[in-house]
């Protein structure tokens, strides 16, 4: 198992154990695992989040195929809250400005372990616990697990559910990650020059109610994130949030709908960059969760190197699954139009949208022997065929001088927010939405039109004979 980045381990003491164990392994001759050493490098990690304990989970035997070394929970590992039925009348109304009850409510402490005993206990998901090359398996939370949709750090239920991810997860029952306010940690892989760092955030337990351009993290998780960002440097640092960071998707979905991110913190997002910026530690990209589909983002004006986002979700959770199948191809086409400033449609993709609404995870290579070193990231759907794609080079993740004009051209391709766009094109989503659903109700119109009159005439026909 690998060691929290926190804890020390001298590389002496470190190889002085890894021979013990070696040994260990090799005099027990029936242990048919790779190697499991926290000091082996590390090329392959896998990620994922919305799934639905409850539902069937057949992703895992391409994530199983995938051989990751380190798989990431995102958040939304189980669905802990309950929804109550979509309902305009009656005597419990959800929806609408006449509402009585909110839409969700949370589980008492005894359902949600017992959905997480159903998660943990998936045959797909006990596979990959099993696979040879597995060294860990590490998450986060977001809403759903954390207890509440959108809940933030007034939810009275956090410190229970702390325990239960964290028991979830096989964390020490020693370990400071039960005592601490949150659920975030870091981990260190790899020997030194082909190490990755971990940086797993709470978006959570500390987070000011949406709206309040307050805090996510918290003063407590900002000094933390702030040693580790000015700690002993790693080739690659995979900042893991369970909410999108670099793009902010309610600026063109609302005001129909809003979804959660950074953009809706803006004053907290800067601090994020300016963070990143300051620590000038080269090889950071952000992996995301949360809203049901996968993309790849990216900003290019918060610091000298593209900031990279890749978005997995979900497991099961995915938009195209809850429309019918006919409709499957609007999801895309809405993807297509909607206006996005950030998106990174230069990659390899499945659909023209460059977005992907069919149940998926993330895979991350690295391949440390080319040279320049190259990360292969993929959002890979249930058959483990990538839909999309893209190859960052290590060193396009270096702080550049900012004073040579070469290089800054080609890094400034994403830098308008999505919120600057001119209103009409910033509201597109909305006009197609609408049109869609007038072009729907006319549609049913003429059709009840035409099945009333010509029932009306064949029963006109049927009188007079
Ligand atoms: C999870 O799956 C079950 C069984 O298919 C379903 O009844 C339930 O509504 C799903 N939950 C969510 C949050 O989609
Ligand atoms: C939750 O845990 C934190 C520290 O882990 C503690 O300070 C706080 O008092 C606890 N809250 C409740 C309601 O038990
Ligand atoms: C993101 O969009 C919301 C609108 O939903 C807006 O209030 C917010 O300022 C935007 N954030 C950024 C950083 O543009």
Redesign the pocket.
């Known amino acids: 198992m690998a060691a929290p980045g926190s804890s020390s381990c001298s590389v002496q003491s470190c190889h002085r154990l890894l021979l013990v164990a070696f040994v260990a392994l090799c005099s027990a001759s029936s242990s048919s695992h790779g190697d499991r050493s926290p000091l082996s490098v590390v090329s392959r990690i896998a990620f994922g989040s919305c799934s639905n304990q409850s539902a069937p989970q057949p992703i895992w035997d391409a994530i199983v195929d995938f051989d990751p070394q380190v798989f990431v929970w995102l958040g939304d590992n189980i669905y802990g809250d309950n929804k109550r039925p979509f309902r305009v009348l009656g005597k419990e109304r959800t929806i609408g400005p006449w509402k009585n009850v909110p839409r969700f409510f949370p589980s008492t402490e005894q359902e949600m372990r017992r959905r997480y005993q159903l998660a943990k206990s998936n045959p797909g998901y006990s596979k990959l616990r099993q696979t040879a090359q597995l060294l860990q398996v590490i998450g986060t939370w977001d809403d759903h697990d954390y207890g509440l949709n959108d809940a933030g750090k007034e939810f009275s239920g956090k ?1 229970t559910s702390q325990r239960l991810l964290l028991d979830f997860l096989d964390e020490a029952d020693d370990s400071p990650r039960r ?3 949150g659920v975030y940690t870091s981990y260190l892989y790899g020997p030194k020059g082909k190490q990755v760092k971990v940086i797993l955030l709470d978006t959570r337990y500390h987070r000011d109610p949406l709206s309040s351009d307050g805090t996510i993290l918290g003063d407590s998780q900002w000094e933390w994130l702030e040693k580790e960002l000015n700690g002993p440097e790693s080739e690659i640092t995979i900042i893991v949030s369970s909410i999108q960071v670099i793009s902010n998707l309610s600026a063109t979905t609302g005001p129909l709908f809003h979804t959660e991110s950074w953009g809706r913190f803006p004053k907290e997002r800067e601090r994020l960059y300016k963070l990143i910026h300051d620590s000038k530690r080269s090889g950071i990209f952000f992996i995301s969760g949360d809203v049901h589909f996968g993309e790849i983002t990216r900003y290019d004006c918060g610091w000298q190197y593209p900031l990279y986002d890749i978005t997995s979700s979900g497991l099961t959770q995915a938009i195209e699954k809850v429309v019918p199948p006919f409709f499957a191809f609007a999801v895309r086409a809405i993807a297509w139009l909607t206006p996005t400033t950030m998106r990174v449609s230069s990659v390899k993709c499945r659909y023209k949208s460059c977005t992907y609404a069919q149940p998926n995870f993330g895979a991350i290579q690295i391949d440390w022997d080319v040279v320049p070193q190259k990360i292969k990231v993929e959002v890979r759907g249930i058959n483990g065929d990538p839909a999309i794609a893209v190859d960052i080079l290590l060193s396009d993740l270096q702080p550049r001088n900012t004073n040579t004009l070469e290089g800054a051209w080609q890094h400034r391709r994403h830098c308008s927010l999505e919120i600057d766009l001119p209103w009409f094109w910033r509201h597109s989503f909305a006009f197609t939405f609408l049109a869609l659903v007038s072009v729907l109700i006319i549609a049913f119109v003429l059709f009840a039109y035409t099945i009333v009159s010509v029932s009306k005439k064949f029963l006109r026909k049927f009188k007079i004979d």
């Open positions: 410190n005592q601490q306010a």
